[in-house]
C-alpha cells in the first residue's frame, strides 16, 4: 500500500554560508516523496503552476513516484525564499508565495481514500483535517507543523492532533505548543494531547521520540559539510513513514527503528543545494550510512562493574 502525502512542490531560493540557488526544486511534498520511495510506494497529492517544468516532473516518474493527484493549474508555483545564519540551524524566510497552492483543494483519488498510510505535511491544519477526512481508515496518520500555524490555527491544530498518530515538529515548536520550556516535559505533554507519538526535531543534535511507552533519542549522523539543510525534516519524515508502511505495522520497536532510518536519509539532503543529493541516491548509499550509523552508536562497552 502506499504512502499518501500532502504537501507542497515548488520552486525554493536559498542563501548558506556554502552559497545560494534560485528557483530550485523543492517543497515538503518532493523531499518526502524522494526518501519515502527507497521503502515504500508513495503517491503524492500537491498543486503546481504552469511554470513547472517537464524535466521536473520526470525526476519524479523515473523514481516510480505516483502523481496522478498533483494538479497543475494556470499561474505559479508555490515559491520561498530564505537565508540560513552561520550556524545552519537558525534561518530566516524572505518570501513566501502560495501562488496556485493558496486555491488548492484537493480531491483524494479513490485508491488515494483507501491508504492505510498518510502523511500530512506541514500545511494549515483545516487543509490537513480536509484530506484526513477522505481517507476511509488509515492505520497511520501523521502530520508536520510549524509555528505560524501554532500561533495563528492553534485550536484547529489541537483538534487534529486528536486524530493523529504521529506529530513532528521542531524543538522551538514543541515548546510553543505544550507551553514547556524543557523538551522531556513538552513531548511527554503532547502526547496527551492525542498523538500516539510526537517526534522532536532538533536539527545537528538529533531527534527525540516520545510515546507511551517511553522516550527514546536518536542522533545526528555526523556530517563533515553541511551545505543546506533545506527539506532535512520532510526527508526525515519521508524515510520514516516510508520504513513504516514497508514493516506493515506500528509499535514502539518500529518507530525507533524509523527515527534511525529518518535520520540516516535525512544526513544526504543536507550535502547539496536542493534535491541534488537525493535525486542521485541509491540504496547502497543507504545501506551503507545506516551500518556506519549503527557502528556510530553502538558503544560496545563490556558490564560496568564496580571496584
Same mark, same amino acid.
Given at each position: 500500500?502506499?504512502?499518501? &502525502?500532502?504537501?507542497?512542490?515548488?520552486?525554493?531560493?536559498?542563501?548558506?554560508?556554502?552559497?545560494?540557488?534560485?528557483?530550485?526544486?523543492? !517543497?515538503?511534498? %518532493?523531499?518526502?516523496?524522494?526518501?519515502?520511495?527507497?521503502?515504500?510506494? &508513495?503517491? @503524492?497529492?500537491?498543486?503546481?503552476?504552469?511554470?513547472?517544468?517537464?524535466?521536473? =516532473?520526470?525526476?519524479?516518474?523515473?523514481?516510480?513516484?505516483?502523481?496522478?493527484?498533483?494538479?497543475?493549474?494556470?499561474?505559479?508555483?508555490?515559491?520561498?525564499?530564505?537565508?540560513?545564519?552561520?550556524?545552519?540551524?537558525?534561518?530566516?524566510? /524572505?518570501?513566501? $508565495?502560495?501562488?496556485?497552492?493558496?486555491?488548492?483543494?484537493?480531491?483524494?483519488?479513490?485508491?488515494?481514500? #483507501?491508504?492505510? =498510510?498518510?502523511?500530512?505535511?506541514? @500545511?494549515?491544519?483545516?487543509?490537513?483535517?480536509?484530506?484526513?477526512?477522505? @481517507?476511509?481508515?488509515? *492505520? @497511520?496518520?501523521?502530520?508536520?507543523?510549524?509555528?505560524?500555524?501554532?500561533?495563528?490555527? #492553534?485550536?484547529?491544530?489541537? $483538534?487534529?492532533?486528536?486524530?493523529?498518530?504521529? /506529530?513532528?515538529?521542531?524543538?522551538?515548536?514543541?515548546?510553543?505548543?505544550?507551553?514547556?520550556?524543557?523538551?522531556?516535559?513538552?513531548? #511527554?505533554?503532547?502526547? *496527551?494531547?492525542?498523538?500516539?507519538?510526537?517526534?522532536?526535531?532538533?536539527?545537528?543534535? !538529533?531527534?527525540?521520540?516520545?510515546?507511551?511507552?517511553?522516550?527514546?533519542?536518536?542522533?545526528? =549522523?555526523?556530517?563533515? $559539510?553541511?551545505?543546506?539543510?533545506?527539506?532535512?525534516?520532510?526527508?526525515?519524515?519521508? %524515510?520514516?513513514? !516510508?520504513?513504516?508502511?514497508?514493516?506493515? #505495522?506500528?509499535?514502539?520497536?518500529?518507530?525507533?527503528?524509523?527515527?534511525?532510518?529518518?535520520?540516516?536519509?535525512?544526513?544526504?539532503? &543536507?550535502?547539496?543545494?536542493?534535491?541534488?543529493?537525493?535525486?542521485?541516491?541509491?540504496?547502497?548509499?543507504? %545501506?551503507?550510512?545506516?551500518?556506519?550509523?549503527? $557502528?556510530?552508536?553502538?558503544?560496545?562497552?563490556?558490564?560496568?562493574?564496580?571496584?
Amino acid at each position: 500500500m502506499s504512502v499518501v &502525502v500532502v504537501g507542497t512542490i515548488g520552486y525554493d531560493s536559498v542563501q548558506t554560508l556554502r552559497g545560494e540557488v534560485s528557483d530550485a526544486l523543492g !517543497g515538503s511534498a %518532493a523531499y518526502f516523496a524522494l526518501a519515502a520511495r527507497f521503502f515504500s510506494p &508513495v503517491s @503524492v497529492v500537491a498543486a503546481v503552476g504552469s511554470d513547472f517544468s517537464s524535466d521536473d =516532473y520526470r525526476l519524479f516518474s523515473e523514481r516510480a513516484i505516483d502523481l496522478r493527484g498533483v494538479e497543475r493549474h494556470e499561474g505559479k508555483s508555490f515559491r520561498w525564499k530564505a537565508r540560513y545564519h552561520d550556524d545552519m540551524n537558525r534561518r530566516e524566510t /524572505l518570501g513566501l $508565495e502560495l501562488n496556485v497552492f493558496a486555491r488548492f483543494n484537493p480531491t483524494l483519488l479513490p485508491d488515494q481514500r #483507501r491508504s492505510d =498510510y498518510l502523511f500530512l505535511a506541514n @500545511v494549515s491544519p483545516e487543509l490537513q483535517s480536509r484530506v484526513l477526512m477522505q @481517507v476511509a481508515n488509515p *492505520k @497511520v496518520v501523521g502530520a508536520d507543523t510549524m509555528n505560524h500555524w501554532i500561533e495563528n490555527e #492553534r485550536a484547529g491544530l489541537l $483538534e487534529l492532533m486528536k486524530r493523529l498518530t504521529i /506529530l513532528m515538529l521542531n524543538d522551538d515548536e514543541a515548546r510553543m505548543l505544550s507551553g514547556e520550556h524543557n523538551l522531556v516535559k513538552a513531548g #511527554r505533554a503532547l502526547v *496527551k494531547m492525542g498523538p500516539e507519538a510526537v517526534v522532536v526535531k532538533r536539527g545537528e543534535a !538529533g531527534v527525540l521520540h516520545f510515546s507511551q511507552d517511553g522516550v527514546f533519542a536518536a542522533p545526528a =549522523y555526523p556530517v563533515e $559539510e553541511v551545505v543546506d539543510p533545506t527539506g532535512a525534516g520532510d526527508t526525515f519524515a519521508g %524515510a520514516f513513514m !516510508g520504513y513504516i508502511a514497508r514493516v506493515g #505495522r506500528v509499535n514502539e520497536a518500529v518507530r525507533r527503528a524509523a527515527v534511525v532510518y529518518g535520520a540516516v536519509v535525512a544526513s544526504f539532503v &543536507v550535502e547539496s543545494f536542493s534535491l541534488g543529493r537525493m535525486s542521485a541516491l541509491s540504496w547502497e548509499d543507504i %545501506a551503507q550510512r545506516h551500518r556506519a550509523y549503527n $557502528e556510530l552508536t553502538d558503544s560496545q562497552s563490556p558490564r560496568w562493574t564496580s571496584p
